[in-house]
């Protein structure tokens, strides 16, 4: 068995691990890499290999740091089956076919600058001067119909000597861990890929499953460095928050990702209205694709916990109550800033990056009676990175603001272990462990997660960097 690190290789995204074993090749995600925009344009575009070369992929969830980069996958000529829990194929189908609107809308934004600049020459150039999405809606398109349906805990044969089993990552709805099982060689050997490792206690969804002993991990290590504060604190928190910007008659802009965040923080003021602890002020999600996404949450309560469950037992729906509103046109999206008094507005993206936030963020970072909510992990180079930052003044679409609102932080709904949930999640396996290699992470954080898994289990960790392989028997 040969393994290679394609993507996620000192960094926290464009997940791709390359498995070779009997003679068949198998990609282990194969994910959106983000950052500076050439750079990432360069990368995700020239894949390492043809894509016909590949005979599978088994997807851990629906993150697009792990799935965004099949359509290019498929553009390259691959057309074997894509492997994953039924609830991340669902997400995916909204998922990847809004990364694609995201790609042509991006390259006709370049186009058109390019023309006004009349500089249509460029490392991208087909020849007219004109830039290609990444990939484009019927891309995305022709990727949906190649996923296969493996549900948790129903072991998968990918081939005569090879199976996979999926646990549940307690990361995102459908999230899971991996765990290969090759019996071709003199004694079985087991891989496991933990994708993306959650957390307990998150809102939502079920805690992350134990895990059996294994010979070889690929261990994630966003937070290796790191530890969070409770997830159990949060709702105070978010309380506090809302009630003392409701006091100053401000408004509450909270960035969150489309998938899993939203959710999570619809739950939690959901909550929140329930208990009388806020007032009783409008709360809109606005976000096409968070309305798309609640509605996979709403079809998928086989991968909901206790507490979730027990909303249906009571004829409640989770993910909606009275003092909520989805908006799904942007004409409504902008009649959101005629609206007077106190309101809670969830938007993407949860980086500040791109969508809609953008416009709720211009009309309102500059008054200091609002606050801005960062819900999740912000990027390095990123507008959200800079505002928990404490930047005193951001550009936003190109024009300079001073950041005058209140800005607050709820990390305590990270969707990633920190350091301490890391070492306890990897407990079960370290007395079986030959290797781990690290990935996932800033080099920082994986540095310091291998130095500890060396002095507190003596274990041999690896931060592989991209391109590097390793042969396991
Ligand atoms: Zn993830």
Same mark, same amino acid.
């Given at each position: 068995m040969r393994l290679t690190f394609w993507g996620a290789a000192g960094t926290v995204t464009g997940s791709m691990h390359l498995l070779e074993t009997g003679g068949k090749r198998y990609l282990l995600d194969c994910g959106l890499y983000q950052g500076r925009r050439k750079d990432a344009d360069l990368r995700n575009r020239r894949l390492p290999f043809p894509g016909n070369s590949i005979d599978a992929v088994v997807l851990s969830h629906a993150h697009i740091d792990h799935s965004g980069n099949l359509p290019t996958l498929v553009k390259n000529g691959f057309t074997g089956p894509i492997y994953s829990t039924p609830a991340s194929i669902d997400l995916c189908n909204w998922m990847l076919r809004d990364t694609a609107h995201i790609q042509e809308k991006d390259a006709e934004f370049v186009n058109k600058r390019l023309e006004k600049r009349k500089a249509a020459r460029s490392g991208k150039d087909n020849g007219n001067g004109i830039v290609q999405p990444l990939y484009t809606m019927a891309d995305a398109e022709r990727t949906l119909p190649l996923f296969q349906r493996v549900p948790y805990r129903e072991p998968f044969e990918l081939s005569s000597t090879l199976t996979y089993e999926a646990y549940d990552a307690g990361h995102i709805l459908?999230?899971?861990?991996?765990? #290969?099982?090759?019996?071709?060689g003199a004694a079985p050997l087991r891989l496991t890929y933990s994708g993306d490792v959650g957390r307990p206690n998150l809102p939502i969804i079920r805690d992350p499953e134990r895990?059996?002993?294994?010979?070889?991990?690929?261990?994630?290590?966003?937070?290796?460095?790191?530890?969070?504060? @409770?997830?159990?604190?949060?709702?105070?928190?978010?309380?506090?928050?809302?009630?003392?910007?409701?006091r100053r008659g401000g408004r509450i802009i909270v960035p969150a990702f489309a998938v899993g965040r939203t959710q999570q923080l619809v739950l939690l003021l959901h909550q929140l209205f329930n208990e009388k602890r806020i007032p009783n002020i409008p709360l809109f999600v606005d976000s096409p694709l968070a309305l798309n996404v609640t509605q996979?949450?709403?079809?998928?309560?086989?991968?909901?916990?206790?507490?979730?469950? @027990?909303?249906l037992t009571d004829g409640e729906d989770p993910f909606g109550f009275k003092r909520l509103q989805y908006i799904r046109e942007a004409v409504d999206s902008k009649k959101l800033n005629d609206l007077h008094g106190p309101f809670v507005v969830i938007s993407a993206s949860g980086m500040c990056e791109q969508g809609r936030i953008l416009h709720h963020l211009r009309n309102n970072i500059e008054d200091p009676r609002n606050t801005v909510l960062i819900t999740g992990f912000q990027a390095q180079e990123t507008l959200g990175r800079?505002?928990?930052?404490?930047?005193?003044?951001?550009?936003?679409?190109?024009?300079? #603001?001073?950041?005058?609102?209140?800005? %607050?932080?709820?990390?305590?709904? %990270?969707?990633?272990?920190? @350091?301490?949930?890391l070492l306890e999640w990897i407990k079960p396996m370290v007395h079986s462990l030959r290797k781990v290699f690290l990935v996932h992470g800033e080099p920082r954080q994986s540095e310091i997660l291998a130095q500890l898994l060396h002095t507190r289990f003596g274990l041999e960790a690896v931060c592989p960097a991209p391109g590097q392989s390793f042969e396991l028997a």
């Open positions: 459908g999230s899971s861990c991996i765990v #290969m099982n090759e019996t071709s895990m059996p002993p294994a010979d070889y991990l690929i261990l994630e290590s966003t937070y290796g460095g790191r530890l969070h504060k @409770q997830v159990e604190h949060v709702i105070n928190k978010l309380a506090d928050v809302v009630n003392r910007t409701v996979v949450h709403r079809d998928h309560p086989e991968c909901y916990d206790a507490e979730t469950r @027990q909303y800079k505002l928990v930052e404490k930047w005193p003044e951001v550009r936003i679409f190109g024009e300079p #603001m001073r950041v005058r609102a209140e800005i %607050s932080s709820l990390d305590e709904l %990270s969707g990633h272990a920190d @350091q301490g949930e």
